[in-house]
């Protein structure tokens, strides 16, 4: 094996060039257009010296899939801004002189005219092919590049992962996502998978249960449906009727034990909920519905620190280390305790945000609650406890009252708020400046 082969890996598995990579306007998109496709996009990218940053807003899946590929194929690393915004991606361009943006528009022109050029489909392992950005949860958004030993080695076991709950193992499956192929975890669920062998993706990202009953039925089964609590709650309490899907894959938020039984009933699935981070990728999945514990992906090792977990895997260059707690169980297995920054301290004392949380969903009548803890209002005050409540038939008071029993006074949530719905961003998750606009519109 030469030098070259041995420190790279392929952009795609081309073994069969007619097997299926996407569907596109109904009809499955074989490799070798696909190919022809990447070359069309290869030809519109700046090549100077300056360029090797690739920021792509593509909200068609196929033409982001395309661009990805293209922007590998000649040595660009792809960003992958937190939000589509213009000051979001301004600041991006501005990080990363000789930056350039590609949008649906570029790719649809480029993909009119199918090109014949070989693509470069051998791609350095070292190289950094993408860099994730943190969801603005707890504050500023930091990067985090990924190599493509990195992208591959995490995506080729949860393919591994997907296929263990699928009866037959060596089908193509077909994948439609809800989520955004910019998210980290919708680009390893739906633009890595159908690289590295025998999937093909659906190009759209259907949002309501109407949509994505329908985007379902064109797909053939296996089916496999990748999304968020926030959608699957949504389909679960739709009247909507959905073809059968083989497995639903979910992440982005913890998923609790009935809402996971009841998309299982709901789509005829078995559902696997995937552990990760945009720091590591997925390193871990559980059969929600059937069980608590999480199993690791192969190869990879938790070490539990005071301050975290630092998580090792074959893919990384160095181990990880999150801010999640776990308890390490035999057969590669473990549970998650909590959070390193779950902790908050009120006038000395000290108490966890999930145990407050917990207590208020306890609570009869309330459907959904965040708990968090605001800035202090000025020196030398101290900093009380928030909570959003989603609870339709209740007040402010009337939850106050059941909550106080059970939780010090100093951790009362002062403001508790009434809210039609929490301010969840499109992954269904709720970043900080989100809870305190809601705070400030009250």
């Known amino acids: 094996m030469s030098a070259r082969k041995a420190s790279t890996i392929a952009l795609f598995d081309s073994a069969d060039p007619q097997r299926p990579i996407a569907w596109r306007h109904g009809a499955p998109v074989p490799l070798a257009r696909f190919q022809s496709h990447v070359a069309s996009v290869v030809a519109l990218l700046p090549r ?18 395309v661009a990805f590929a293209a922007a590998l194929s000649v040595g660009h690393r792809v960003l992958l801004p937190v939000s589509r ?22 790719i649809d022109a480029a993909l009119k005219e199918p090109s014949t050029a070989i693509v470069d489909a051998q791609i350095p392992a070292d190289m950094t092919v993408m860099v994730g950005y943190t969801s603005g949860t707890t504050g500023r958004p930091k990067t985090f590049p990924k190599s493509w030993r990195a992208v591959n080695g995490c995506s080729a076991r949860s393919a591994a992962s997907i296929r263990m709950a699928i009866v037959d193992k060596a089908a193509p499956v077909s994948v439609l996502a809800t989520v955004p192929p910019q998210h980290v975890y919708g680009m390893e669920m739906s633009v890595l998978l159908p690289l590295i062998g025998n999937m093909a993706v659906h190009e759209g990202r259907p949002l309501f249960p109407a949509d994505i009953a329908a985007a379902l039925a064109e797909l053939p089964r296996p089916r496999v449906l990748v999304s968020t609590p926030v959608h699957l709650r949504a ?35 078995e559902l696997v909920e995937v552990f990760g981070s945009t720091e590591t990728c997925a390193f871990a999945s559980r059969l929600t519905a059937r069980e608590e514990q999480w199993r690791l992906y192969e190869g990879v090792r938790l070490e539990p620190r005071e301050t975290g977990t630092l998580v090792h895997a074959p893919w990384f260059d160095q181990p990880v280390l999150l801010e999640d707690i776990v308890e390490l169980l035999p057969d590669d297995r473990f549970v998650v305790r909590g959070r390193s920054s779950d902790m908050i301290d009120v006038a000395g004392k000290r108490a966890s945000v999930s145990d407050i949380t917990r207590r208020l969903l306890a609570i009869d009548g309330v459907r959904e609650a965040v708990v968090f803890q605001p800035e202090a209002e000025g020196a030398g005050t101290i900093r009380r406890v928030a909570a959003l409540v989603v609870a339709p038939t209740l007040t402010a008071r009337d939850v106050l009252e059941q909550l106080a029993p059970a939780v010090d006074s100093a951790f009362l949530p002062r403001p508790l708020l009434i809210v039609n719905e929490l301010p969840r961003n499109e992954l269904g998750k709720l970043p900080r400046e989100n809870l305190l606009r809601a705070l400030r519109r009250e």
């Open 48 to 65: 100077q010296a300056a360029a090797g940053a690739m920021i792509n807003l593509c909200e068609n899946r196929y033409r982001f899939l």
């Open 85 to 106: 915004a213009d000051r979001v991606v301004a600041e991006v361009e501005i990080a990363n002189p000789g930056s350039y943006r590609i949008d649906d528009a570029a």
């Open 235 to 269: 389909i679960v309490e739709s009247d909507q009727a959905f073809p059968p899907v083989d497995v639903i894959v979910s992440a982005t938020a913890p998923l609790d034990r009935q809402l996971a039984t009841a998309a299982c009933a709901k789509l005829a699935a």
